[in-house]
T-cell receptor
Framework: GAVVSQHPSWVICKSGTSVKIECRSL??????MFWYRQFPKQSLMLMAT?????????EQGVEKDKFLINHASLTLSTLTVTSAHPEDSSFYIC???????????????FGPGTRLLVL | AQSVTQLDSHVSVSEGTPVLLRCNYS??????LFWYVQHPNKGLQLLLK??????LVKGINGFEAEFKKSETSFHLTKPSAHMSDAAEYFC????????????FGSGTRLQVQP
């Protein structure tokens, strides 16, 4: 299968600072990537859809000014948590759509996740 | 609108016995359905997927799932559990059109007893 990487794998920051998380598709191009958030012992919740060359689409209740998404190229999307606060501490996971083989065979591959702790 | 319900939050089996993880879905159109596994402190791995081809889908590590439209179910099974199968399992449905975002079930934690 395809490989998606995330960097950093974990980060600790002070309240009020901004944190940038990178998501890369290593062996395929992804016009669409997704950002999820997972709280301990809970499921993944979709935050936003990252579209190459256009604005991200945010899910209801997700603050777009707080969670800035930039899909700079066909292999890179970044999520910036601005002015982070302790309640932003979570596990952030990205995925990328692999559309090689056509729409019917399309699969999403997930990054390993980034654990954010805001003190 | 689409949704997925995992009927058991926790399943415990003995090593060598069958595994059944239950999932029901709701979707306005013909869905694409997936099972993903998440081991502790690791990323999500795709086990198998259904995309309107054969209703019985075989995946990795001996897992398989059967799509039953009449029951709106997509249960995950394995004939014989292994200790390494202990993990969190997510049933997932894909948005039918457009950006195809995934909707995750709440997850089922599988425990395998020696």
């Amino acid at each position: 299968g395809a490989v998606v990487s995330q960097h950093p794998s974990w980060v600790i920051c002070k309240s009020g600072t901004s944190v940038k998380i990178e998501c890369r598709s290593l062996d395929f191009q992804a016009t669409t990537m997704f950002w999820y958030r997972q709280f301990p012992k809970q499921s993944l919740m979709l935050m936003a859809t990252s579209n190459e060359g256009s604005k991200a689409t945010y899910e209801q209740g997700v603050e777009k000014d707080k969670f800035l998404i930039n899909h700079a190229s066909l292999t890179l999307s970044t999520l910036t948590v601005t002015s982070a606060h302790p309640e932003d501490s979570s596990f952030y996971i990205c995925s990328a759509r692999d559309r090689r083989g056509g729409e019917r065979l399309e699969t999403q591959y997930f990054g390993p996740g980034t654990r954010l702790l805001v003190l | 609108a689409q949704s997925v319900t995992q009927l058991d939050s926790h399943v415990s089996v003995s090593e060598g016995t069958p595994v059944l993880l239950r999932c029901n879905y709701s979707s306005s159109y013909s869905p694409s359905l997936f099972w993903y596994v998440q081991h502790p402190n690791k990323g999500l791995q795709l086990l198998l997927k259904y995309t309107s081809a054969a209703t019985l889908v075989k995946g990795i590590n001996g897992f398989e799932a059967e799509f039953k439209k009449s029951e709106t179910s997509f249960h995950l099974t394995k004939p014989s559990a292994h200790m390494s199968d202990a993990a969190e399992y997510f049933c997932v449905v894909s948005m039918d059109t457009g950006r195809r975002a995934l909707t995750f079930g709440s997850g089922t934690r599988l425990q395998v007893q020696p």
